[in-house]
């Protein structure tokens, strides 16, 4: 299985961003997916993740301007960032995870990264 993330780039403070993690594989069900980033000098920290229910999570630091979605048959989660601010520059890794099959343990994979850059 691999994620493959998608949308990062440069932005100025208020501007928005929709970031993409798709995932490739034999994958026989899809649970948690999340966004992740880290920030140079700091640790990797939680930004936002959806249960398969669809239920969500978001870090304070971004609630009112992220909002995470998935859409199972495209296998790939979605991250809508507005009001975007200098501090949220960081590379955003998407983690989802997977069973590949029927018998198969639940593993989490990890994408490579996108970096997001917010600045004028």
């Known amino acids: 299985v691999q994620l493959v993330e998608s949308g990062g780039g440069l932005v100025q403070p208020g501007g928005s961003l929709r970031l993409s993690c798709t995932a490739s594989?034999?994958?026989?069900?899809?649970?948690?997916m999340g966004w992740y980033r880290q920030a140079p000098g700091k640790q990797r920290e939680l930004v936002a993740d959806?249960?398969?229910?669809?239920?969500?999570h978001y870090a304070d630091s971004v609630k009112g301007r992220f909002s995470i979605s998935r859409d199972n048959s495209k296998k790939t989660v979605y991250l809508q960032m507005n009001s975007l601010k200098p501090e949220d520059t960081a590379v955003y890794y998407c983690?989802?995870?997977?069973?590949?099959?029927?018998?198969?343990?639940?593993?989490?994979?990890w994408g490579q990264g996108t970096q997001v850059t917010v600045s004028s």
């Open positions: 959806i249960a398969a229910g669809a239920s969500t």
């Open positions: 983690k989802s995870a997977f069973k590949t099959g029927a018998a198969s343990g639940v593993v989490n994979y």
């Open positions: 594989g034999i994958i026989f069900s899809i649970y948690n």
